[in-house]
């Protein structure tokens, strides 16, 4: 090879190297702010599928979802080797403390093994019902509107069993509190 096509690779390469560290900034940039949306009146459909699921908790005990039919639900889809899920856990738990005289319940939906969401939950202080669903998780959430299944997602039912709105990312806590200031 000469020199000068050595340089010329070398140029090319810098410039296919610069304009992936663009793409990937700017991909960065937009993934910052969670994606909302409003469902549609009468999409209960999802709503009364996580209704019929018994899941376990952290603990591995059994839970029937329908025990939460008639609160506000805010269903939280995490996982532990998800850094933005277990970001927003914390204030996640506060807003439970917050609104839970107002008839809101947040649960979270853990999309990994048992192990490893008890293990998780005995490290870390959560304010709220845990269950394990495994993989299947990501299908509810698809069910949901997640055409991605991507992590964290997170939907506010209202107390009549209608989805109110979903979040796609780590959650905007003011935004969330004005949301569910409205119900």
Request: glycine share 10%.
């Amino acid at each position: 090879m000469t020199k000068k096509n050595i340089i010329a690779s070398a140029i090319v390469a810098l410039l296919f190297g610069a304009m992936g560290a663009y793409v990937g900034l700017s991909k960065n940039k937009e993934a910052a702010a969670p994606v909302t949306t409003t469902m549609a009146p009468g999409a209960s459909g999802p709503v009364n599928e996580l209704y019929a699921l018994s899941l376990p908790d952290a603990a591995g005990a059994t839970q029937a979802l329908a025990q939460w039919k008639g609160k506000n639900l805010l269903v939280n889809f995490w996982a532990p080797w998800c850094p933005p899920c277990v970001q927003e856990m914390p204030e996640l738990s506060e807003v439970q403390g917050e609104f839970a005289a107002k008839n809101l319940q947040i649960i979270g939906i853990g999309i990994d093994s048992a192990t490893n969401i008890k293990t998780f939950a005995e490290k870390v202080k959560i304010a709220y019902p845990v269950y394990v669903s495994g993989m299947s998780g990501t299908d509810l959430s698809r069910h949901f509107g997640n055409a991605t299944g991507g992590l964290p997602f997170t939907v506010l039912i209202g107390a009549d069993g209608e989805v109110k709105k979903t979040y796609l990312g780590r959650l905007k806590f003011d935004q969330l509190r004005a949301d569910l200031a409205k119900l």
